[in-house]
């Protein structure tokens, strides 16, 4: 059987999708607890998670295999430059981050995943209407988060999505385990001006490069 892992041999190439069947972006999917209980809730629909950790790369390809899920893929690579770069505009109907890196010292703000520049790129991918889903234990970035989107007229805040137990993330497995307090909140993307993106500072081959193209051992997941 084919794994689920996409290699990307040329970073400032385009993805390719299916445009006709709808699309749903996990954000730092981890192992695929989530999204691929999702994929296998909605085989009508496509499913993208989006990884650094080359460990839990393989245990997404693992699960879907274990899983007979067709639907799901998993990509090692940098969140923002996938959205900025990679996909394509306006098609992805829910967007997920659950428990994002909060980097919560101050010298490491700026390795946040939110921010201007990556709502410029989530509006640009989500089709209008479309959803993003976040979650995150932590109350400072929860609220920096917010604010972040109320500042940017393109997104509409409205209820979030209700997580039973069953598609609790790994990491909000553990923290619901650990009695500790989760902030949850989506939001809408609506009709803007559609601007073409500035192009990123970061050049392809400053991406996280290694292991995209090696192959999961076998028996490995
Ligand atoms: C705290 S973990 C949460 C994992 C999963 N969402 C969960 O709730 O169980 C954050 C995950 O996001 C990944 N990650 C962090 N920043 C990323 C980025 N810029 N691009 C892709 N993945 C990223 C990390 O490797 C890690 O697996």
């Known amino acids: 059987?084919?794994?689920h892992i996409i290699r990307v041999t040329d970073p400032t190439k385009p993805l390719a999708f299916d445009l006709s069947r709808p699309l749903?972006?996990?954000?730092?999917c981890g192992k695929g607890k989530f999204l691929t209980s999702r994929a296998k809730e909605n085989p009508d629909c496509d499913f993208l998670g989006i990884e650094r950790m080359l460990e839990r790369v393989r245990l997404f390809d693992g699960k879907c295999r274990r899983g007979n899920i067709d639907n799901a893929r998993?990509?090692?690579?940098?969140?923002?430059y996938t959205f900025h770069y990679l996909l394509p505009a306006h098609h992805a109907r829910r967007v997920y981050v659950f428990f994002p890196d909060p980097w919560p010292k101050k010298?490491?703000?700026?390795?946040?995943?939110?921010?201007?520049l990556f709502l410029d790129a989530l509006w640009k991918r989500l089709e209008i209407g479309g959803r993003i889903e976040f979650?995150?234990?932590h109350e400072e970035y929860f609220g920096v988060v917010k604010e972040c989107f109320a500042a940017?007229?393109?997104?509409?805040?409205?209820?979030?999505?209700?997580?039973?137990p069953e598609v609790w993330t790994e990491f909000e497995t553990l923290f619901r385990s650990q009695g500790m307090a989760?902030?949850?909140?989506?939001?809408?993307a609506l009709e803007a001006d559609d601007a073409p993106l500035e192009p990123l500072k970061i050049p392809p081959e400053a991406l996280p490069r290694e292991g995209i193209e090696r192959r999961p051992k076998k028996n490995e997941d």
Not at 74 to 80: M, Q, T, Y
Not at 107 to 116: G, Q, V
Not at 155 to 161: A, D, K, L, S
């Open 24 to 28: 749903e972006v996990e954000v730092g």
């Open 152 to 164: 940017d007229s393109r997104f509409r805040e409205v209820e979030p999505m209700p997580r039973p």
């Open 1 to 3: 059987m084919t794994d």
């Open 107 to 116: 010298k490491h703000h700026s390795h946040r995943l939110f921010s201007p």
């Open 182 to 188: 989760v902030h949850s909140a989506a939001w809408q």
């Open 74 to 80: 998993v990509l090692r690579l940098e969140a923002l």
């Open 135 to 137: 979650a995150t234990d």
